[in-house]
């Protein structure tokens, strides 16, 4: 991976005063500044968005993340550029009620929505500054599976499956040394030291087309 772009993904390009579907540019530059920090890479920022009616299941009220990934990797012809698709859209899977993202296993494609990492989802008062960790968190998390990462068995670590919030506000924002060695990175601050543990290892389940958060 040579540079990560990313782009909005909205319902619809119809409305002019909100074409991003309620991911604005500040969310993307704040995205993309975190993820050159931990990946040491270039991040550009698309002007365009992604209109993803054709993923809408209207049954549901849900969007199949797969098929816009399928759809994005038509817009990603460098092998070595990561695309990273943020949405405000209710994503979902056929076997899981619903899902943070998703990403292809050492593609070049992952997809993060914002979603359920607010806290007005579940009748709270916003937490603008928790938003927007839960999003830098799962980014990085499905940007770590483009790159060939599976779960983490250390819940500290942005590789740890989480299919709560609950369980992504346990995370650190980054990989653990483990994670970092096999992505050849090194930590984005080597003040930040994580405390020692003996073992740090991926999980190595079966390899699959994608994995979700």
Aim: charged share 20%; with cysteine; aromatic share 6%.
């Amino acid at each position: 991976m040579k540079a990560i772009h990313l782009l909005a993904v909205a319902a619809s390009t119809g409305n002019l005063s909100n074409p991003r579907g309620g991911v604005t540019l500040e969310i993307l530059d704040d995205l993309a500044a975190a993820l050159a920090r931990i990946f040491h890479l270039s991040c550009h920022v698309s002007d365009d968005p992604l209109p993803a009616s054709f993923a809408l299941d209207s049954a549901r009220g849900q969007y199949l993340s797969t098929s816009i990934l399928q759809r994005m990797e038509s817009l990603s012809p460098d092998p070595e550029v990561a695309l990273l698709g943020v949405t405000s859209l209710d994503l979902y899977v056929p076997i899981l009620t619903f899902v943070f993202g998703e990403a292809q296993l050492n593609g070049r494609c992952a997809l993060v929505s914002s979603c359920r990492l607010q806290e007005e989802f579940y009748g709270l008062p916003p937490n603008s500054l928790l938003h927007q960790n839960r999003l830098k968190k799962e980014a990085i998390h499905e940007l770590g599976h483009t790159l060939g990462l599976k779960h983490c068995f250390d819940w500290r670590c942005v590789m740890a499956s989480s299919h709560s919030v609950e369980r992504i506000d346990l995370k650190e924002g980054e990989f653990c040394p483990a994670c970092l060695d096999k992505l050849g990175l090194s930590p984005p601050d080597s003040s930040d030291a994580w405390p020692a543990q003996a073992d740090h290892t991926t999980s190595g389940g079966p390899r699959s087309r994608s994995l979700k958060a």
